[in-house]
């Protein structure tokens, strides 16, 4: 196999890709991502106690969550976008490019949701709506896992531990640039 087709491996056991985008260390997208993944995999669940109970509240409630999801998904995915295109290394993975195609399709799905929901939310809900918000929550749990994939086992978005790097002969200040 060519070289460049293998995985990034790090020199080291410490996290070492840090986020273009971060606010004292802290990456921007991890921090935005828990909002669309908490409104939109909770549609699934206010569509289901709509149809149990027949309260409207529960529809109102999948159409507000949903527009909530896609608009913070939407702006994670601008922030998420930015560091896969400025860090070089993240690009070689594959994971990176998995989690990015699978949330673009949570946004799709969400946009979906919307649209089905903004004439009538109560009317939506049966059986579209309903289908809808089940694939969307499947999907935010694949888009979830290849995120946590992303930071746990190949340390993107995350910075070094500066123990281990001087343990390791390395410098935690005077780390190289992720590219």
Known sequence: MRDDLKQPV??????????????????IHPM???FPIAFLSM??????LFLWLGAPFWAELSFWLNVGGLGFG?????????DMMSIR???????AWNHFIVAVMVLAMAALGVWLRLPGHAEAVWPWGLLSSATMAVLV????W?????????GVGVYGDGETDAQNGRDAVEKPPAE
Request: no cysteine; hydrophobic share 45%.
């Open 43 to 48: 549609v699934v669940i206010t569509d289901v």
């Open 74 to 82: 939407v702006l994670a995915g601008i922030v998420g976008t930015i």
């Open 10 to 27: 790090p020199d080291t056991q410490s996290h070492t890709v840090e986020s273009v985008l971060a606010i004292a260390k802290h990456p």
């Open 146 to 154: 290849l995120g946590g994939t992303l930071s746990f086992r190949h």
């Open 89 to 95: 290394v993240v690009r070689r993975h594959v994971s």
């Open 141 to 144: 749990g694949v888009a979830g």
């Open 32 to 34: 935005l991502v828990t």
